[in-house]
């Protein structure tokens, strides 16, 4: 981290004491909500319109194809999470899919392992830390990436190191795929942002519920264990 | 003939019956394909008229939802301290708001597919979850849950989670912040006001 990144994360802390917190899982409510802020003014101002663009300018078959590729290469990663939860059926499953879609679907624009009944999941090291019982820790928002917690932070580095993306070189190609996929997830989710704008009352609280529930979904592959307070 | 009769009165009240409570897993497949239907029929609602996706959603969908019974969850334990009147004005503004969220992610629903797996119930309960998975290309499919209760007027959804994102626990939170800086009231003059913002933005889009 840069001197002057630093600055900015302390004078944001000094901004976020002022107000206290009301959520015991989001002791740093004050700044985290200054690093929303600040996320939300940069995808006003620079991912919305690009994103927008995108979607304007490209036919759907190219999007898939786009969404597909970033999607293959994820496999891989998604595989060895797979296996450090002591799931090997479904690693290998994830691990088919690569190989079948990145010959048979042309280095993964077509994802016809899910044709074939070879589902995609969803994991990052995150989810693998949460499935071995590291608990959330408090809610962040990181700047640029958004709603993360203490555990998901942490993971970050391993999922970085696990990103094919990511040991790319020429550097020029990388951060070109890179804007590509950044460009491409944000037009899938420009629906869903709208939606969140219609629904929330406050955005901030609503986005952290969200994700947070959102987590503890994913770590129980969808099978979290019921909890429903009782009806009045 | 009076055998006839009997079994006439049977069979019909039989068929009462059975209208009255088509098995959940059943009913969630009919309405959301029966939307799916007049979507891909229908230009305008493609197109996002939001009005006629709104009245669309009031016909078809809202019938079959416990929007009070979500209302109170959504509150949670002030529910209790409400008056009759402030529940009855909570439940009609968080109705409305629901009505319109859900048109706003509607428009998507025309090219979906949906995959409906079978409920395993036993005939005596009365709470089930429905699972349907949407499937899209290069994603994990998302999963979509009903919670759904008997009710003598069927079955009845009081909660859904989209990809484990429940629309009740999510709003309790900002709900709960609410009432306790601004009271009950304070959070119907918060519903009424979001909405009022809402509807004033339709022309627009």
Redesign the interface.
Known sequence: MSARALILVLALAGAGCASTPSDARDPLEGVNRAVFAFNDKTDEMVLRPAARLYRNVTPQGLRDAVRNFFSNIDDLFIGANNLLQGKLETAVNDWLRFAFNTTFGLLGIHDWASDMGLEKHNEDFGQTLGSWGVGDGMYLVLPLLGPSTLRDTAALPVDWAGDPLSGHTPVDERNALTATRVVGRRADLLGASRTLEEAALDRYVFLREAYLQQRRSQIHDGRPPRERPPAD | MKRMLACAALALAAGAAQAQTTPPDELVKQVMLDIQRIIVEDKDLQSGDRAKTIRLIEDKALPYFNYV?MT??AV?VH??KATAEQKKRLAEEFRT?LV??YA??L??FGDQKFEFRPLRMKPEDTDVTVQVRV?Q?????V?VEYDMEKTPGGWKC?DV?V????LV??Y???FG??V?DKGIDGLIG??AT?NKS?AAAEPKQ
């Open positions: 019974g109170a969850l949670g529910w209790r708001l319109r969220t706003s992610s428009s998507a499937l290309p290069g994603s994990q499919p999963i009081y989670r990809a484990g994102i429940s626990v999510n309790r939170t900002e912040n609410l306790r918060a519903l979001k809402l």
